[in-house]
């Protein structure tokens, strides 16, 4: 008999069960538990079932161990126990698997979706984040590229299979996606954990303080709930403190610590009320190269208060974001740009970078796309155009045959920063016109006024009006 029209039948045949129960070695409720779990684990470690199997034959085989459960259990009914016995079974609670917690709230998920970075949160409690503004994944702080929520089927799936083999209640509603700011419930931040841990930062050995920090900085990066504790608790300030150690373990374990404190709107502020920019600065100038690259990216995150761009660009931190922008790793060089171009949207910083030189290093990543900075460099040189100063330095560089064929061949927003930048150049300026009209600009502007972007149809129409004046001028 085929097991999925086994399982479309309204009543199927007990005896059926016991065959396959006997057949396939599951006899007790241990063995159905092994297998519910092993059943579990294939799933995830595949992200899902494994490639050329259809998703219904999962359906299948949890609607089989359910009904190989209550088969066993007609079997091999538990036997009278002691009162105290039975209040014990009926107390103990199953450990969770780590897969089936809600990374918000760390409870049973009823409801999983999946965000943009493949990441699975209970649909209540993501919902909350997004409503509440935020535009990253709250596991791995990446941006999310849309807000939509993709139901997980397999997954809710497996939880359902491993309530009714574990004899767990399916939870009626998800609870508790709120702040548990008292420690008490579901987050991991106790608060007598989080005082201890404050303990050995303000007067511990050096081994301690490390030890500590690295502590605070997992659990602020864990969850939104462990930020908010951590920081009434008053870790911040010790912090701050610690980014001035000599251990530069230690000092690695602080800025980061102080990064993932700052995902929270309302401990920004407390960070640079602790006087935190001066020292994230010098940790970005003479730190290890994570701890810079973390301090650039602590810097982007406190800068998005508008009011702390122009603390952190009288702070000095221009010219040692501009070094991690040449020297940096990748993932050092995307911080130090994202944090530059935050900066610069406040117009004295950009006097700030051009004098610093950074047209010369942008100008290296532009003209290299297997380094993977072109969308950055781009970004910031468009930026700088706005600003006479910055004009100037971009067009000593000799930009214009780089900015020709990126609007030929970029991407769409490339495509539109590069006509933006050409237009600041060529605007009131006859012999950026005259280079641009040289090197055959009209044919890519025109294909780019029709292709474009609105923004990027704009710039291009407002060159080409440029070069028809100009020609105009000449006939």
Same mark, same amino acid.
Request: charged residues 25%; hydrophobic residues 40%.
């Given at each position: 008999?085929d097991? =999925? $029209?086994?399982q479309?039948?309204?009543?199927?045949?007990p005896?059926?069960?016991?065959?396959?129960?006997?057949?396939?070695y599951?006899?007790?409720?241990?063995?159905?538990?092994?297998? $519910?779990?092993?059943?579990?684990?294939m799933?995830?470690s595949?992200?899902? %079932?494994?490639?050329?199997?259809?998703?219904e034959? %999962?359906?299948?085989? $949890?609607?089989?161990?359910?009904k190989?459960?209550?088969?066993? *259990?007609a079997?091999?009914?538990?036997?009278?126990?002691?009162?105290?016995?039975k209040s014990?079974?009926?107390?103990?609670?199953?450990?969770?698997?780590?897969?089936?917690?809600?990374?918000?709230?760390?409870?049973?998920?009823?409801d999983?979706?999946?965000? &943009?970075?493949?990441?699975?949160?209970e649909?209540?409690?993501?919902q909350?984040?997004?409503?509440?503004?935020?535009?990253?994944?709250p596991?791995?702080?990446?941006? #999310?590229?849309?807000?939509?929520?993709?139901?997980?089927?397999?997954?809710?799936? #497996?939880?359902?299979?491993w !309530?009714?083999?574990?004899?767990?209640?399916?939870?009626?509603?998800?609870?508790? !996606?709120?702040?548990?700011? &008292?420690?008490?419930?579901?987050?991991?931040?106790?608060?007598? =954990?989080?005082?201890?841990?404050?303990?050995?930062?303000?007067?511990?050995?050096?081994?301690?303080?490390?030890?500590?920090?690295?502590e605070?900085? +997992?659990?602020?990066k864990?969850?939104?709930?462990?930020?908010?504790?951590?920081?009434?608790?008053?870790?911040?300030?010790?912090?701050?403190?610690?980014?001035?150690?000599?251990?530069?373990?230690?000092?690695?374990?602080?800025?980061? =610590?102080?990064?993932?404190?700052?995902?929270?709107?309302?401990?920004?502020?407390?960070?640079?009320?602790?006087?935190?920019?001066?020292?994230?600065?010098?940790?970005?100038?003479?730190?290890? *190269?994570?701890?810079?690259?973390n301090?650039?990216?602590?810097?982007?995150?406190?800068?998005?208060?508008?009011?702390?761009?122009?603390?952190?660009?009288?702070?000095?931190?221009?010219?040692?974001?501009?070094?991690?922008?040449?020297?940096?790793?990748?993932?050092?060089?995307?911080?130090a740009?994202?944090?530059?171009?935050?900066?610069?949207?406040?117009?004295?910083?950009?006097?700030?970078?051009?004098?610093?030189?950074?047209?010369?290093?942008?100008?290296? #990543?532009?003209?290299?796309?297997?380094g993977g900075?072109?969308?950055?460099? +781009?970004?910031? #040189? =468009?930026?700088?155009?706005s600003?006479?100063?910055?004009?100037?330095?971009?067009?000593?560089?000799?930009?214009?045959?780089?900015?020709?064929?990126?609007?030929?061949?970029?991407?769409?927003r490339?495509?539109?920063?590069?006509?933006?930048?050409?237009? &600041?150049? !060529?605007?009131?300026?006859?012999?950026?016109?005259?280079?641009?009209?040289e090197?055959?600009?009209?044919?890519?502007l025109?294909?780019?006024?029709?292709?474009?972007?609105?923004?990027?149809?704009?710039?291009a129409?407002?060159?080409?009006e440029?070069?028809?004046?100009?020609?105009?001028v000449?006939?």
């Open positions: 008999m097991l =999925a $029209s086994a479309m039948e309204d009543d199927p045949d005896i059926i069960f016991k065959r396959l129960s006997e057949k396939l599951l006899r007790t409720i241990n063995d159905l538990k092994k297998e $519910s779990l092993a059943i579990h684990d799933v995830i595949c992200s899902g %079932f494994p490639a050329g199997v259809p998703e034959y %999962f359906e299948t085989m $949890s609607f089989l161990l359910r190989l459960k209550d088969c066993v *259990m079997e091999n009914p538990v036997p009278d126990a002691h009162e105290a016995d014990s079974i009926k107390h103990r609670s199953p450990v969770i698997p780590d897969d089936f917690r809600c990374p918000i709230s760390l409870e049973l998920m009823k999983p979706v999946i965000v &943009s970075t493949g990441q699975t949160y649909r209540s409690c993501i909350k984040w997004l409503d509440a503004g935020h535009k990253t994944c596991k791995t702080q990446q941006t #999310l590229l849309h807000t939509a929520l993709t139901p997980n089927y397999v997954l809710k799936s #497996l939880i359902a299979l !309530c009714e083999s574990n004899g767990v209640e399916l939870p009626k509603k998800q609870g508790n !996606c709120r702040n548990k700011r &008292s420690g008490i419930g579901s987050s991991d931040c106790d608060r007598a =954990a989080i005082d201890a841990l404050l303990q050995k930062l303000a007067n511990g050995n050096i081994e301690q303080q490390r030890a500590a920090a690295g605070l900085r +997992l659990l602020a864990r969850n939104a709930d462990n930020r908010v504790c951590i920081a009434e608790a008053g870790a911040i300030p010790l912090l701050v403190e610690l980014l001035s150690s000599p251990d530069p373990r230690t000092q690695e374990h602080a800025v980061t =610590a102080l990064l993932n404190l700052s995902i929270n709107e309302a401990n920004k502020g407390t960070i640079v009320n602790a006087g935190a920019i001066p020292d994230i600065v010098d940790v970005l100038k003479n730190g290890s *190269m994570e701890a810079r690259e301090a650039a990216a602590t810097l982007f995150s406190l800068s998005v208060l508008d009011e702390n761009k122009v603390a952190i660009g009288a702070a000095g931190a221009i010219p040692p974001l501009i070094d991690l922008l040449c020297q940096g790793t990748p993932r050092g060089k995307k911080d740009a994202t944090a530059i171009f935050n900066l610069l949207i406040y117009q004295g910083n950009k006097v700030r970078a051009v004098r610093a030189r950074i047209v010369p290093p942008l100008m290296r #990543l532009l003209k290299d796309p297997g900075m072109v969308d950055e460099a +781009l970004a910031i #040189l =468009a930026i700088l155009a600003h006479q100063e910055g004009k100037v330095a971009i067009g000593q560089a000799e930009p214009i045959t780089i900015l020709i064929e990126v609007i030929k061949t970029g991407s769409p490339n495509r539109e920063n590069a006509a933006a930048i050409l237009w &600041s150049l !060529c605007t009131g300026d006859s012999h950026y016109l005259k280079v641009a009209s090197l055959g600009a009209e044919e890519a025109k294909e780019l006024s029709e292709s474009g972007t609105d923004r990027a149809k704009r710039k129409g407002n060159v080409l440029l070069l028809q004046r100009a020609e105009e000449i006939g």
